[in-house]
C-alpha cells in the first residue's frame, strides 16, 4: 500500500494478499469491500464516527448534487499521492493518481471503497494518521476536525492541504428558519504546526430544497445537536427553500 504505517508499531505496511502486514508481525484483514481497518488501541478515539442510518441518508444526499460544484473545485487542485482526511464516502475523491483516503467511521470507509475509483481507503483517526511522514503531496480536508501538527507530518515539504470549511452565509436561509436570532459562521482559521495559510477562495451557489432534502441536510449540520425542538421542528412548516450554500476553500503550504 505504499505509504501506510502499522497503527501499532509504526514500521511500513506491504501487502500480502487480503491483508497488510508489518515486518513486527502485525497484520490487517481487508474487508471484502476493500478498505482495511487501522483504527487500534488508544489511537481510535472515544467516537466510532458516522452511524449506518446517518452514512447512508448522507450518501442519498450527496447523489443529487448540491454538492457538485464543490466537487468540481476540489478536483481541480488534486496533484500528486493525494490523501482525502475523514474522507467520508469518496464523494469528493476524483482523481485517476495515487488516491488514499480515510475515515473513523467503518461504514464510511466501506461506501468509501464500494466507490471502485481506484482509491486505497482505510479506517483511522486523524489525530494518528497511519501514513509515513513526508509522503503525501496534496490533502483535502472537509468540513472535518483540524489537527495541524498531523496534517503538516504526513506532507512533503511544499505539499499542500485544502481544507474546505463554511463560509460565513453558509446556510443562512436554513438558520432563519430554525432559529431565532440567525448569524453568520466566523472567519477564524488555524494556522502554524508547520502550515502557512497562503490563499482562501469563496465559492457558493443557491440552491431550492424540497422538505426532505432539507431535514437531511440539517441533520449533517452542528445544529442538529444543539437546536431547540421547536426550531428543528419548522423545517416541516415548509414545502422547500432556497438555501444559500457557500464554502471557503483554505490553502495551506507545508514550509
Known amino acids: 500500500m505504499g505509504i501506510l504505517i502499522c497503527p ?6 506491504s501487502r500480502q494478499e487480503k491483508r497488510l502486514c508489518c515486518e513486527s508481525g502485525h497484520s490487517f484483514d481487508f474487508a ?3 478498505y482495511v481497518n487501522l483504527l487500534t488501541g488508544s489511537k481510535s478515539g472515544s467516537k466510532t464516527g458516522d452511524s449506518k442510518e446517518s452514512a447512508r441518508a448522507r450518501h442519498e444526499f450527496l447523489q443529487k448534487g448540491y454538492f457538485a ?3 468540481d ?3 481541480k487542485r488534486l496533484s500528486g499521492t493525494v490523501l482525502d482526511i475523514c474522507c467520508g464516502e469518496g464523494y469528493y475523491d476524483d482523481y485517476n493518481g495515487k488516491l488514499y483516503g480515510f475515515d473513523l467511521s467503518k461504514e464510511m470507509a466501506r461506501l ?3 466507490r471502485k475509483n481506484g482509491g486505497n481507503y482505510f479506517v483511522a483517526n486523524l489525530k494518528a494518521i497511519p501514513v509515513k511522514s513526508g509522503s503525501i503531496d496534496t490533502a483535502i480536508h472537509i468540513f472535518a476536525p483540524f489537527n495541524a501538527a498531523e496534517f503538516s507530518r504526513v506532507l512533503k515539504k511544499g505539499g499542500r492541504l485544502y481544507s474546505v470549511v463554511p ?3 453558509h446556510l443562512f436561509e436554513l438558520k432563519k428558519l430554525i432559529y431565532e436570532t440567525p448569524y453568520l459562521n466566523d ?6 504546526n508547520g502550515l502557512r495559510l497562503i490563499s482562501k477562495q469563496k465559492i457558493s451557489r443557491t440552491a431550492n430544497f424540497k422538505q426532505e432534502d432539507i431535514k437531511t441536510l440539517f441533520a449533517m449540520t452542528p445544529y442538529y445537536y444543539h437546536t431547540p425542538k421547536e426550531g428543528a421542528e419548522r423545517i416541516s412548516s415548509v414545502d422547500s427553500l432556497n438555501i444559500t450554500l457557500a464554502f471557503t476553500v483554505l ?4 514550509i
Open 32 to 34: 471484502k469491500e476493500g
Open 69 to 71: 460544484f464543490l466537487k
Open 167 to 169: 463560509a460565513p452565509d
Open 251 to 254: 490553502e495551506y503550504k507545508k
Open 187 to 192: 472567519e477564524n482559521y488555524p494556522d502554524g
Open 73 to 75: 473545485e476540489i478536483a
Open 8 to 13: 501499532v508499531c509504526g514500521k511500513e505496511l
Open 112 to 114: 468509501a471503497a464500494k
